[in-house]
């Protein structure tokens, strides 16, 4: 069993930064694709960006590329770097991991096994 834990959140004026962190407990995530979704009040959750395996491929909403980055870290961490944010950003964010698909960065959040409790990015206007 995976475990995840966000970390990095936070309030931030618009056009600043944040650097969200994911660390698994125990498991190795090195096979693993890994991603970040969000979702803010009283809408769905929606894919922001993912990466494969070994970090060849990777896919990003529309409304972030350009200001967001999905990066692997160690084992078992990666990251979400954002910059100028926008109050739209809002929302909390999660990581999550995809034991299947190794070699996808998939924005479908069906094809995530493990998932994160979530962090909370405010940013204001």
């Known amino acids: 069993q995976v475990q995840l834990v966000e970390s990095g959140g936070g309030l931030v004026q618009t056009g600043g930064s944040l650097r969200l962190s994911c660390a698994a407990s125990?498991?190795?995530?090195?096979?693993?694709?890994m991603a970040w979704f969000r979702q803010a009040p009283g809408k769905e959750r929606e894919f922001v960006a993912a990466?494969?395996?070994?970090?060849?491929?990777t896919e990003y909403l529309d409304s972030v590329k350009g200001r967001f980055t999905i990066s692997r870290g160690s084992a078992k961490t990666w990251f979400l770097q954002m910059a100028s944010l926008k109050p739209e950003d809002t929302a909390t964010y999660y990581c999550?991991?995809?034991?299947?698909?190794?070699?996808?960065?998939?924005?479908?959040?069906?094809?995530?096994?493990?998932w994160g409790q979530g962090t909370q990015v405010t940013v204001s206007s």
């Open positions: 990466i494969n395996w070994n970090g060849g491929r």
């Open positions: 125990e498991h190795t995530l090195r096979q693993y694709a």
């Open positions: 999550a991991v995809d034991i299947n698909h190794p070699w996808a960065a998939g924005t479908t959040a069906e094809n995530y096994d493990y």
